[in-house]
């Protein structure tokens, strides 16, 4: 299958529904086509080459959607980039990549331009806000404008999807590839696990593009003949707003944003029963959370979909049935149908039922390895298997509970932030001796960043100094929010941090939500 197979066939059947919905633009199927292939036309006239890869660095809106298509239709792959990581963070993702043109909405044209002056591959960038185009840069509409469209290549199958950034143990961003019969078999194979995506529905994007699941729901929709409504940041009234305004009947929030809805003081105001259906991810929902949630969204069908990036990026699903089951709410449900899934011991051995192990996991939907990085993707894909980093156990009826992580990942905001990543940027503070740093429990986030730091003699580096220091080498949702000063850290027989000594004192019985 090909990413603008869907484009074609709703061009064919139905070329007059509305397919976007941004800022007051409504765009039809055949609109956005016509703009795709205008798109698709300019990436080429840029000396774009087959496969070669084109970045995003944006908001949400109508425009990512358009990014989305006219990539693969001008037979080049797709690099959306964190608009919340640091220069630093983006050179090197940028580099890396070889990314040779960059689409750059308004708020993000100063990193932009610095960009463009420390990645040599980077030779255009193009303005797709909505103000005036700044110098040096090419404006979007312009370029729709004054480019004839071109036919479509087609790109699918095995050919490279995309390059999708996710962090990584090492502390430096890792680009994992994904072909296009990688995300068309995880949607596929998703939608036909049960009802928990509308035909024909009103779909909300609020989760950021550059996520994977958000680009696997926004395909979903495509499969599915949705009208796609962008949102640009999450804020709680807003979202409220849009959910009841516009009719939305399907939607993906991560537990943090749900958190932030119920508890907003007019949530009770706003009629949410034309939500059919929620899809949550990144953690588990509590039980007086989820209660509280079915309350504002009446009729709504909950999923919690588990998995990464790796995966493209479902490997289970907890179905909407299964959430009127409380024993299992806490679960991250069952193998999806284009899924195997394993608990496995050290040796890579499968475990009996209800033994903790790492989480393994196969199929057609994984991912063919980390771009330019061969010995990590070896030790990821060893034996056939995508090798999770995550630990949990089965119980007997193949249910999966997520309960540790041997990456030390910490979810906050339904953001990956890796300890080791924020752990090396506190080590360049002339007052860290050495440091540690965990998630703790944060009512708006879920987790947030904390570090555990022994200060060199004569410092005593306060959180905000800390923080302050951090942003400088790494994102600011990555930056410690918390700090505590100690004599020394728990260490084990071999030298290693015994976190989970550090992690305790905030999570009792290390009952602490993973997921």
């Not at 504002?296 to 490997?315: C, D, H, I, R």
């Not at 049935?321 to 051995?349: M, N």
């Not at 015994?498 to 997921?515: D, H, S, V």
Request: aromatic share 6%.
């Amino acid at each position: 299958m090909y990413l603008t197979q869907s484009l074609h066939n709703a061009l064919q059947q139905d070329p007059d529904r509305p397919l976007t919905q941004h800022q007051g633009r409504v765009r039809t199927v055949a609109e956005s086509a016509d703009r795709i292939a205008r798109l698709a036309g300019a990436l080429q006239k840029l000396r774009v080459a087959s496969g070669g890869r084109v970045g995003m660095l944006a908001l949400n809106g109508d425009r990512y959607h358009e990014y989305l298509l006219a990539v693969p239709w001008a037979d080049a792959a797709l690099a959306p980039l964190n608009y919340r990581w640091s220069v630093p963070e983006l050179t090197h993702a940028i580099t890396e990549a070889e990314i040779s043109v960059l689409l750059v909405d308004e708020p993000l044209c100063g990193a932009a331009q610095q960009l463009r002056e420390q990645c040599a591959d980077l030779h255009t960038l193009i303005y797709c806000g909505s103000g005036t185009c700044p110098l040096g840069m090419l404006d979007y509409e312009q370029l729709i404008t004054q480019t004839a469209p071109v036919p479509d290549a087609r790109r699918g199958g095995q050919d490279l999807f995309g390059i999708f950034y996710t962090g990584g143990t090492t502390g430096t961003p890792k680009g994992v590839m994904l072909s296009h019969d990688n995300i068309h078999i995880s949607a596929l194979g998703t939608l036909v696990s049960g009802d928990w995506i509308s035909s024909g529905g009103r779909m909300l994007h609020v989760a950021p593009l550059f996520h994977m699941a958000e680009i696997f729901i926004w395909l979903t929709g495509q499969l599915q003949n949705a009208t796609h409504l962008f949102l640009p940041t999450f804020t709680p009234n807003q979202v409220l707003h849009t959910l009841q305004s516009e009719h939305i009947t399907d939607v993906l929030l991560v537990p943090t944003m749900l958190q932030m809805m119920v508890d907003h003081p007019e949530a009770s105001r706003y009629d949410l029963s034309g939500v059919l259906h929620v899809l949550y991810g990144t953690s588990p929902i509590s039980q007086p959370l989820l209660e509280r949630v079915r309350r504002l969204f009446p009729n709504a069908k909950f999923s919690q979909a588990y998995g990464m990036t790796e995966l493209a990026p479902v490997a289970t699903i907890l179905r909407p049935a299964d959430h009127d089951q409380p024993e299992l709410r806490a679960s991250a449900g069952r193998a999806a149908p284009h899924a195997e899934v394993r608990v496995v011991d050290e040796d890579d051995t499968e475990v009996t039922r209800g033994t903790v192990g790492e989480i393994v996991a196969c199929g057609d939907h994984m991912m063919s390895g980390y771009w330019k990085r061969p010995q990590e993707s070896e030790q990821a894909l060893r034996g056939g298997w995508m090798h999770t980093g995550d630990v949990g156990y089965m119980n007997q009826d193949g249910y999966l509970f997520v309960v540790d992580r041997l990456k030390d990942m910490i979810v906050t905001g339904g953001e990956n932030v890796y300890s080791a990543e924020v752990e090396g940027a506190l080590a360049k503070h002339p007052g860290v001796a050495s440091c540690a740093v965990i998630g703790v429990p944060d009512e708006v986030w879920g987790e947030k960043v904390h570090a555990v730091v022994v200060p060199r003699t004569g410092h005593e580096p306060s959180t905000e100094e800390l923080r302050q220091h951090c942003l400088t080498h790494i994102a600011a949702y990555k930056a410690p929010r918390s700090s505590e000063l100690v004599a020394e850290l728990p260490l084990a027989s071999t030298g290693k941090i015994l976190k989970r000594k550090l992690r305790k004192a905030y999570w009792p019985q290390e009952n602490r939500p993973i997921g």
